[in-house]
């Protein structure tokens, strides 16, 4: 993992556990290889709010919502942790992120 | 995302695009905006502004314990549009299910400000159609077994999931007027549905228990279009692509007709069972 997707990837894990905000996820082995959908049973309402933060982060230098569009509800839960870390990656330069 | 205050409750929404106003509403119980928020929200927001939000007791907004009639859902509607400076219309209005009834009631009462309309399986009237789903649980314990065995099965749900769908149902029957305000709703009266000046679209499933509600809608109203999907009930989810194609024809009436032609012949969708609206 390069250091510009470990920057990220730490991102988006706060994201995730500011959005849970539960006790177990604050000790949760988040890597690229967790599921939304089988790892972290999130609810399909919990992904949108993590979509909505990351996007409130990085504002007009991202579009994860064209990037989602179209997805049914199934496939958005069903990414990995990696899959969206790809697509923010490689979106941004690394300087950016 | 942001936070609106409304009568006993805070709501959350988001707003996506830019242009003219489209407010989708979602369904009872197990729906919130993310019901229609990649699948459908997120195309039609490229060529306008999409307003979602999560009704009283839903998704993200908090639990009230009363005002889950029609009057008041339509006043928290028209606080979220006051809030994106569209309270005064003309807006474009989509509900599913309850989501549908609340559009409806509120058209009703503010015609002017409504641009067009479209339901989708709109159980009317949702004292006969929801009350007998939602309403065999009569305590917390047959809820569980309930929700446990065949609900959670039907919806795919496993683990913290299913035990959240438990909590947010077991909060929403017995720690709300919830049940009192849908066995409380009847049919919008037949004299008012037929002044509705409004373009209508009716999208109802072909295997939904509700599809007698839409024929007998599309029969009162008098610019309504009935069009049915192979589906049941739970259309956002089980027909998503159809249901976006529909839309976007009906609210692009000028847009190109040959890419956006429903794949009507091969037109296969799974049937979900035995959630609630």
Redesign the interface.
């Known amino acids: 993992m390069s250091s510009h997707q470990e920057q990220v990837l730490a991102l988006v894990i706060d994201k995730i556990r500011a959005t849970v905000n539960e006790d177990w996820i604050a000790d949760f082995d988040i890597g690229l290889e967790t599921r939304f959908n089988d790892d972290l049973?999130?609810?399909?309402?919990e992904?949108?709010?993590i979509a909505?933060?990351i996007q409130?982060h990085y504002g007009n230098q991202l579009a994860i919502?064209?990037w989602?569009?179209?997805?049914?509800?199934?496939?958005?839960i069903g990414l990995s942790v990696g899959d969206l870390v790809d697509y923010i990656a490689g979106t941004l330069a690394p300087a950016q992120a | 995302?942001e936070t609106i205050a409304v009568a006993g409750a805070e709501l959350q929404s988001?707003a996506?695009?830019q242009g003219a106003p489209l407010l989708m509403l979602h369904g009872l119980a197990n729906g919130?905006?993310?019901?229609w928020?990649?699948?459908i929200a997120?195309?039609l927001?490229?060529s306008r502004q999409v307003l979602l939000y999560?009704q009283r007791g839903h998704?993200?907004s908090s639990l009230a314990a009363s005002g889950y009639d029609l009057d008041q859902q339509a006043d928290d509607l028209q606080t979220v549009l006051d809030h994106y400076r569209c309270g005064q219309g003309p807006v474009d209005l989509v509900g599913h299910s309850m989501g549908a009834l609340i559009a409806l009631h509120y058209a009703l009462r503010q015609p002017e400000r409504v641009r067009r309309l479209v339901l989708v399986d709109a159980p009317m009237p949702a004292r006969d159609y929801v009350a007998p789903s939602l309403f065999n649980a009569t305590s917390r314990e047959a809820l569980a077994e309930w929700v446990l065995g065949e609900l959670a099965s039907a919806a795919?749900l496993?683990?913290?999931?299913r035990e959240?769908l438990l909590q947010r149902l077991g909060a929403l029957l017995f720690d709300t007027t919830l049940r009192q305000d849908v066995l409380a709703m009847d049919a919008e009266p037949e004299a008012a549905l037929a002044a509705l000046e409004l373009p209508v679209l009716l999208v109802y499933g072909l295997r939904s228990p509700c599809l007698a509600a839409g024929e007998r809608l599309a029969k009162l109203l008098p610019q309504a279009q009935l069009k049915l999907l192979s589906c049941g009930h739970y259309i956002p989810?089980e027909a998503?692509a159809e249901l976006l194609v529909l839309l976007e024809n009906f609210l692009n009436p000028n847009s190109n007709p040959h890419s956006m032609r429903l794949p009507t012949e091969t037109l296969t969708v799974a049937p979900v069972t035995g959630v609630l609206p």
Do not use: Q, T, Y
């Open positions: 049973e999130l609810e399909s309402i992904f949108v709010k909505d933060a409130a919502i064209a989602l569009s179209g997805k049914s509800i199934h496939e958005l | 995302m988001l996506l695009g919130n905006m993310a019901s928020f990649s699948a997120s195309p927001s490229a999560d998704g993200g795919g496993s683990g913290r999931r959240r989810e998503p």
